[in-house]
């Protein structure tokens, strides 16, 4: 005799319909991990983790090194697959073949598709969703949608119209309502760069440009900022901090610091210093010098950035579980240990009093 769980799977007209303990949309999460071990924090709140299948948000003001970011993780994924295909959206045309290759992207495993507006863009990534198979590798980035117009914005101008377009925020919206439920069924992991503006108010923050649509359907939405670094008076380069503003993994408003310099590009170690001192995993012997806990010898700060001063403390579980602690959302019942009888009995009893 067919079991009720049998005759409503049989019914079901949806092909991925599955018991939960066996669906391979909640199976463990594909892990792409970067070059980067703070990188890696920021997208999963663990030195072995990296990013996952679905929308990662880089929003930022100019020249705050998003497209980079966006690259660097686009590169992670075509080295895990070498089958692998990025394909990019660009509507800023500020990634000159160099800056692929300054990545070590090969851009024959590119396809570089120039859009104008939010409905182009929207009507051939569903177009290419469409034909994408979930075990297809494919990474896609859109760089950016912060400058993208509507396509009601083309026409206005077009037509010699200069009335506020009060379509781009529902179209920006429509695209992510769109393309989320593929990124999670195909698993693909898919980048947007956008822009961010300030709000009103005594003390501002900056909000994510585009509405509200980004916010529903990212996994990860990181804001960016900077600060300079500096050899003297000349400046060598930024330290770019990702801000933290939505997670599934890692404690939102958590920064993280990224070094990049102009001689060196972005430094593998960078983040790392702080937290390891925070934690005693590094101890500074003298003003200005390092050492590795239990180590002797003395290091500057510069002489750090190499692996022989970080692969013993990175391969470290409890440096590794001090990460974990300060970085990564904690799981945890969400139904105390009480049963529904037991909180009958506490009525009854209480009724009687």
Do not use: C
């Amino acid at each position: 005799m067919q079991s009720l769980m049998e005759k409503l799977l049989k019914t079901s007209t949806i092909k991925e319909t599955e018991v939960l303990s066996k669906s391979k949309f909640f199976a463990d999460k594909d892990m792409i991990q970067t070059s980067v071990p703070m990188l890696n924090v920021a997208f999963s709140g663990s030195l072995n983790g990296g990013f996952t299948p679905g929308l990662t948000v880089w929003a930022g003001p100019s020249k705050n090194f998003k497209t980079g970011f966006s690259l660097l993780t686009s590169k992670a994924y075509l080295d895990k697959y070498p089958d692998a295909i990025l394909l990019f959206y660009d509507s800023e045309f500020g990634s000159p073949q160099s800056y692929f290759d300054n990545f070590k992207i090969d851009t024959s495993r590119v396809i570089h598709t120039p859009i104008t507006d939010i409905e182009q863009l929207k009507f051939d990534i569903m177009a290419q969703l469409k034909n994408i198979n979930r075990g297809d590798h494919v990474v896609i980035v859109i760089d950016s949608i912060g400058n993208l117009a509507s396509k009601k914005e083309v026409d206005d101008a077009l037509d010699g119209k200069s009335v506020a377009d009060m379509t781009r925020a529902k179209q920006i919206k429509s695209l992510f309502r769109m393309i989320t439920p593929h990124l999670t069924l195909k698993d693909i992991p898919m980048i947007v760069v956008n822009h961010t503006y300030l709000e009103q108010g005594l003390f501002p923050k900056q909000i994510v440009a585009g509405g509200t649509g980004s916010y529903y359907s990212a996994s990860n939405i990181f804001i960016m900022g900077r600060q300079q670094e500096k050899e003297g008076t000349e400046v060598t380069g930024y330290n770019f901090i990702i801000n933290v503003e939505k997670s599934r993994y890692v404690r939102e408003k958590s920064k993280i610091p990224i070094e990049v310099s102009f001689e060196g590009g972005i430094s593998t170690w960078s983040g790392l210093l702080d937290v390891a001192l925070e934690g005693g995993f590094v101890v500074k012997p003298n003003n200005g010098w390092y050492s590795p806990k239990g180590i002797e010898r003395k290091y500057r700060q510069k002489d750090t950035y190499t692996k022989d001063f970080w692969l013993p403390i990175l391969t470290s579980k409890e440096f590794n579980n001090f990460i974990e602690s300060k970085y990564m959302i904690a799981g945890s019942n969400m139904i105390n240990d009480i049963s529904n009888e037991d909180i009958h009995e506490e009525f009854a009893n209480a009724s009687t009093i």
